[in-house]
């Protein structure tokens, strides 16, 4: 299969050749023409899949066959639950219409209203937006969505987790009731399919490669070493192997700042990205990282959330998610596309259990390496894991699953600080990073 065999312009091949993409991945060869036959869609596929160019290329291609009734209203409206996302899908849109008369537009919380008001009124055809932040220009009357004749979803099952439900529900009472719903989640829970029952109209189905086969592409490994000595552990995995490009995850922002620093006075160039950071630091790292004057970004699983690093050789878990599912999310970030990747957990005893919740997940046990000098003290017993500010713990040893929603607010409102954040056990206030 070529992507010429599949109805799209001379402009939008033209632009994919300029990416250097000469076969379509198996979610673009599916759900292209589905889009293209303006049928519903709902896609399990997970970031690194290509799915981003799976619904961008047959938007294009459809936008430039139907005539514009007019440019003062969006088209097409692609709802997606972070900035980061939101701001990559708005380049990918760009990058895949360079050749086409097409204006898009991302909007976001954490940066300026105005600007984004002044580009709103002087007309976009694709416009991308955290759903917080378009809310707010939708009080204002800065947008109207009343010409909206394609909705994206884009990792409905995040939006879900965050709590995002009630504002889109509100979002897309403006829009009108004859459109194509395009509909795309990582995962296809018993919440997301009654979600997705409510959005589409007699949708296709599309599934590629399930989330445990794209992680069997990642070379993954488990460093078993005291809490206390992981610091030493990575910076000499670091060097020694001379990884120039390591995305490190840690589970709360001052860990991230903490280990950043730490890093960094070990002579890694390095930075920590999170809820915390300004947009402008954030996207300021991002690039540095991406163009390798940074060899070393530390986040958290909401931060990394999306970050679309190509072929990213190297993600360590420095420490174990509390949600065996964010584990997977995370290795994706390497082996993009089919390239490969190797995955680093380091962990202590406090996370056996965690461990174990992960393996299972698998379905097989991940490779242990020993590194000499490093074996753990087999006198330290486990301790409760703190999960942040708000001090919640996880019990250790043999832990059942995540406990995904401790406030028992699924799908609730939340707008203010902290509140209904359950994707990180309640941790952390990312209310900074939820798209407001
Ligand atoms: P996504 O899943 O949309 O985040 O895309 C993952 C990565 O794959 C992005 O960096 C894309 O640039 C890249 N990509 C998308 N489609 C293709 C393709 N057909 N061939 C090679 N790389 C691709």
Redesign the pocket.
């Known amino acids: 299969m070529s992507f010429s065999q599949l109805g799209l312009s001379a402009e939008i091949l033209r632009a994919i050749a300029d990416?250097g993409?000469d076969?379509?991945?198996p979610i673009?060869a599916q759900a292209i023409p589905v889009v293209l036959a303006g049928r519903d869609l709902m896609a399990a596929a997970q970031?690194?899949?290509?799915?981003?160019?799976g619904f961008t290329l047959p938007i294009l291609q459809l936008l430039t066959t139907r005539p514009a009734v007019s440019r003062a209203r969006p088209r097409v409206l692609v709802l997606t639950p972070t900035r980061e996302l939101a701001a990559q899908v708005e380049e990918s849109v760009r990058t895949y219409g360079r050749h086409l008369p097409m204006k898009s537009l991302a909007i976001f919380g954490g940066v300026g209203l105005v600007p984004q008001i002044k580009a709103l009124k002087a007309g976009v055809d694709i416009l991308v937006a955290t759903p917080g932040r378009l809310l707010d220009h939708l009080n204002q009357r800065n947008a109207d969505l009343s010409g909206v004749e394609i909705l994206v979803l884009d990792e409905a099952d995040r939006m879900l987790d965050m709590g995002f439900i009630p504002d889109i529900r509100k979002i897309l009472a403006l829009l009108p009731k004859q459109r194509q719903t395009l509909f795309f989640s990582a995962t296809f829970s018993d919440d997301i399919r009654a979600l997705a029952a409510g959005f589409l109209r007699d949708p296709q189905l599309v599934e590629v490669a399930s989330r445990n086969a794209t992680a069997d592409k990642v070379v993954q490994r488990v460093y078993h070493v005291d809490k206390a000595r992981k610091r030493d552990l990575l910076i000499q995995l670091i060097k020694e192997h001379n990884w120039h490009q390591v995305l490190v995850f840690t589970r709360t922002k001052h860990g991230a700042n903490t280990l950043a620093e730490k890093l960094e006075g070990a002579g890694i160039r390095s930075a920590a990205i999170h809820g915390n950071k300004s947009q402008g630091a954030r996207t300021k790292a991002l690039a540095d990282f991406k163009s390798l004057k940074l060899h070393a970004l530390v986040a958290t699983d909401i931060a990394a959330r999306g970050l679309?690093i190509?072929q990213l050789p190297h993600v360590v878990n420095y420490e174990l998610p509390n949600v065996p599912e964010d584990y997977v999310h995370r290795i994706g970030r390497t082996a993009?596309?089919g390239a490969s990747g190797e995955a680093a957990s380091l962990v202590c005893v406090d996370e056996h259990g965690l461990l174990r919740d992960i393996e299972r997940l698998l379905k097989r046990d991940i490779e242990k390496v020993a590194v000499p000098g490093f074996e753990p003290d087999p006198s330290i017993r486990a301790e409760p894991i703190e999960n942040g500010r708000r001090g919640q713990s996880r019990p250790s040893a043999g832990s059942r699953g995540g406990q995904r929603n401790p406030g028992g607010n699924r799908g609730q409102p939340s707008r203010g600080n902290g509140g209904g954040a359950s994707r990180q056990n309640a941790t952390s206030h990312h209310s900074g990073f939820r798209g407001r």
Request: no cysteine.
């Open positions: 990416q993409y076969t379509p991945t673009q970031t690194g899949t290509g799915k981003t160019a679309d190509d993009r596309a």
